[in-house]
């Protein structure tokens, strides 16, 4: 089991199981320290989600999970680290249940850059050398992917110069992977969680940059 898992989901996303409160208690409970709660169009479950882990000493990372189309490829992008009071997101959001269809990638990735966040590309099955992977910020290498699939993409990342993140896609305990922290690092999580985490500080100190030059 791992302490990091940056890919979980609530009782918001269809199929989800755990309401976020439960849903840090869990990771507490499997002894993780740092997680993204990414719920599909959705962020409202993030506040809670973040108050409860605090008390559990568990560091929730606020995130969403946008559903996405390039030519006739599906494929998810992940917003890590946003500001989860952007109004693009809580359109996103408001009209969830809607009849809309998936985003383009670029029109994810700016979604994710307007909130602040991340873009992570949680890789299709099958990708080649013309799906953008230099347009994202980062590449989720590690979850329900082969050892031979996650090598792969690290050369991706380092060859476009993405941050490395993975995580469960935990939805609930009786589907799989049946818990948060069900993630496969192979050694390497001290160092992907370090990055990650130095990445989010980043992004953190250019919001503090922003809103103090704003006033």
Not at 86 to 97: K, V
Not at 113 to 120: N, Q
Not at 130 to 157: E, N
Not at 166 to 181: C, I, N, Q, T, V
Request: hydrophobic share 40%; net charge negative.
């Amino acid at each position: 089991m791992a302490q990091t898992d940056l890919q979980i989901h609530s009782s918001l996303t269809a199929g989800g199981e755990l309401s976020p409160r439960a849903l840090a208690e869990r990771c507490c409970e499997g002894r993780l320290t740092l997680a993204a709660l990414t719920d599909r169009r959705a962020v409202s479950g993030v506040p809670e989600c973040i108050w409860r882990g605090a008390q559990l000493g568990v560091r929730i990372v606020p995130g969403i999970e946008l559903d996405c189309r390039w030519r006739e490829q599906d494929f998810l992008t992940l917003g890590i680290g946003i500001d989860i009071t952007c109004p693009a997101l809580l359109e996103i959001e408001r009209t969830r249940n809607d009849s809309v269809q998936s985003f383009a990638a670029e029109q994810a990735i700016h979604t994710i850059h307007e909130a602040g966040g991340l873009a992570v590309l949680v890789p299709p099955n099958e990708m080649d050398d013309t799906f953008p992977v230099a347009a994202f910020d980062g590449i989720a290498a590690y979850g329900s992917h082969s050892q031979a699939d996650t090598a792969r993409y690290h050369t991706l990342a380092r060859r476009h110069g993405l941050i490395v993140t993975g995580g469960s896609g935990f939805l609930s305990e009786d589907k799989p992977p049946y818990r948060p922290g069900a993630v496969d690092f192979y050694g390497h999580e001290p160092q992907v969680a370090a990055v990650f985490l130095a990445a989010i500080h980043h992004l953190n100190e250019e919001k503090r940059s922003f809103h103090h030059d704003s006033i």
